[in-house]
């Protein structure tokens, strides 16, 4: 059966600093993956999806996320991390249906 | 914005009583998903419709039922409510299906007394 896996539940950075938030699914095949972003009281925003191509996926906000078959991940990451960055990360599988992670709440201290 | 609409956005109800949420998918969207977020499950994909037929299956319970309608609006009722019902419940649209890019709503917050 498909799961996400993310194991970091919290995280607290500097602004400014970098951040990688990770991710590792278990299927058989390679999924469609996505990340999600959830600010307190919102539902959940696209970030960004790899389907297939290119491994190095470029997404909304200044995200990115590398998709490593060999590894099983689809780590996200940011080169510089802004206060408004602070909210929930979540990991995403799709194949007949959407698996998510348990989610990762960044926390950006100023 | 997503596009995707969701009401009411808060209800508050009591153990044994039925309600029902209401989705409007983005214009153009055939496949409509609900989703339950729980503090102790995460969030849990319920059930999808696309173009009115069920398509796939979750972790839904038998007490909560869904169907989608000709405009392509989806509603999710929930029956026989109890405490642990108390969530948020997204909705999402696509295009299409499954490898479809998922839209999400603002949720309703279920609240059970």
């Known amino acids: 059966a498909q799961s996400v896996t993310q194991p970091d539940i919290h995280i607290t950075v500097s602004e400014g600093a970098s951040l990688e938030l990770r991710c590792n699914y278990s299927?058989?095949?390679?999924?469609?993956l996505f990340w999600y972003v959830q600010s307190p009281g919102q539902g959940l925003q696209l970030l960004l999806k790899?389907?297939?191509?290119?491994?190095l996926v470029q997404g909304i906000k200044g995200f990115e996320a590398e998709f490593k078959r060999s590894q099983s991940s689809f780590n996200l990451r940011k080169p510089s991390v802004h206060w408004s960055d602070a909210a929930e990360y979540f990991c995403?599988?799709?194949?007949?249906?959407?698996?998510f992670g348990a989610g990762t709440r960044l926390t950006v201290k100023p | 914005d997503s596009g995707v609409t969701q009401t009411p956005k808060h209800l508050i109800t009591a153990t044994g009583q039925r309600v029902t949420l209401r989705c409007s998918p983005r214009s153009g969207d055939l496949s409509v998903y609900w989703y339950q977020q729980s503090l102790d499950q995460g969030l849990q994909f319920l059930i999808q419709?696309?173009?009115?037929?069920?398509?796939a299956k979750g972790n839904i319970l038998e007490r909560f039922s869904a169907q989608q309608f000709p405009d392509l609006h989806s509603e999710l009722n929930l029956s026989s409510l109890e405490l642990g019902d108390s969530a948020l419940y997204f909705c999402?649209?696509?295009?299409?299906?499954?490898?479809?890019?998922?839209?999400f709503g603002p949720g309703t917050r279920l609240t059970v007394l």
């Open positions: 419709y696309y173009n009115g037929e069920e398509r």
């Open positions: 299927y058989g095949a390679t999924p469609y």
């Open positions: 790899y389907f297939s191509g290119d491994t």
């Open positions: 999402a649209s696509s295009v299409m299906d499954r490898a479809d890019t998922q839209y």
């Open positions: 995403a599988v799709r194949n007949n249906d959407m698996r």
